[in-house]
């Protein structure tokens, strides 16, 4: 990059890094006790160097959080997110369409969790991993994980969630759905968000992050309520 180049690339630069220094903090608890592998090398992975920049965490700088404990019940949450085009109001059009959400058993539903692993070939702008090509035989459920899917009308899953559970937070992993304007997602991470709520037993659900993320992504994100922040972790 010329010189040129750099300077005028530093303003937005800057901006970026007092961006950073104003996001909230927010300290995340590892517990081995949920599932001692699984823990330990998630820990190892979201602590590693970002392979973009070295000098910070992978999981660091603008993760994605919805605080849990801002919210008195599901209800609350609902209200808080309830304006129009956000999660209340999605999730509203979403049962008014037939959608429910229900924890599931992988295995009952293959053949659905491979026709929406291969309905898109980009997803947010990027190529679908190859290994979403793949049809999986049979899933064997991982202790700290929970596994949530959307069912239509007809019974059949329309979108997932596997949800990891690692102390005092959970996080979206594989998260995958038909692309309709019916309002799924928003309902999918709306209802999981309020059972961890009413449960009252985690601090936060973690969804990725912001940075990296396209604009339309970041929206969705906000409308479900969270928000970007700068992460510190320990592991017990």
């Given at each position: 990059m010329k010189t040129s180049d750099r300077l005028h690339a530093l303003p937005a630069q800057l901006r970026l890094v007092a961006d950073v220094l104003r996001l909230p903090r927010a300290r995340l608890r590892f517990e081995r006790a949920v599932n001692p592998e699984l823990v330990e090398r998630t820990h190892a992975l979201f602590t590693s160097p970002h392979p973009r920049c070295k000098l910070v965490r992978f999981k660091s700088l603008g993760v994605a959080l919805l605080d849990l404990r801002a919210y008195r019940d599901s209800a609350a949450y609902l209200q808080a997110v309830g304006r129009k085009d956000y999660a209340g109001y999605q999730s509203?059009?979403?049962?008014?369409?037939?959608?429910?959400?229900?924890?599931?058993?992988?295995?009952?539903?293959?053949?659905?969790?491979?026709?929406?692993?291969?309905?898109?070939?980009?997803?947010?702008?990027?190529?679908?991993?190859?290994?979403?090509?793949?049809?999986?035989?049979?899933?064997?459920?991982?202790?700290?994980?929970?596994?949530?899917?959307?069912?239509?009308?007809?019974?059949?899953?329309?979108?997932?969630?596997?949800?990891?559970?690692?102390?005092?937070?959970?996080?979206?992993?594989?998260?995958?759905?038909?692309?309709?304007?019916?309002?799924?997602?928003?309902?999918?991470l709306a209802d999981i968000a309020c059972r961890l709520i009413d449960e009252g037993q985690l601090n936060y659900l973690m969804y990725d992050t912001y940075l990296g993320a396209l604009p339309g992504l970041r929206e969705f994100k906000k409308k479900l309520g969270f928000a970007p922040y700068r992460v510190r972790y320990s592991i017990y």
């Open positions: 509203r059009r979403a049962r008014a369409h037939g959608y429910r959400v229900a924890e599931i058993d992988r295995n009952h539903y293959v053949d659905d969790i491979h026709r929406i692993n291969t309905s898109l070939a980009q997803r947010q702008g990027r190529p679908m991993d190859p290994a979403y090509a793949a049809r999986a035989e049979h899933f064997v459920a991982v202790d700290g994980f929970r596994y949530y899917g959307v069912l239509d009308k007809d019974g059949r899953l329309a979108a997932y969630c596997d949800l990891g559970i690692y102390g005092d937070f959970a996080a979206t992993d594989h998260l995958l759905g038909y692309k309709t304007s019916d309002g799924l997602m928003y309902l999918l």
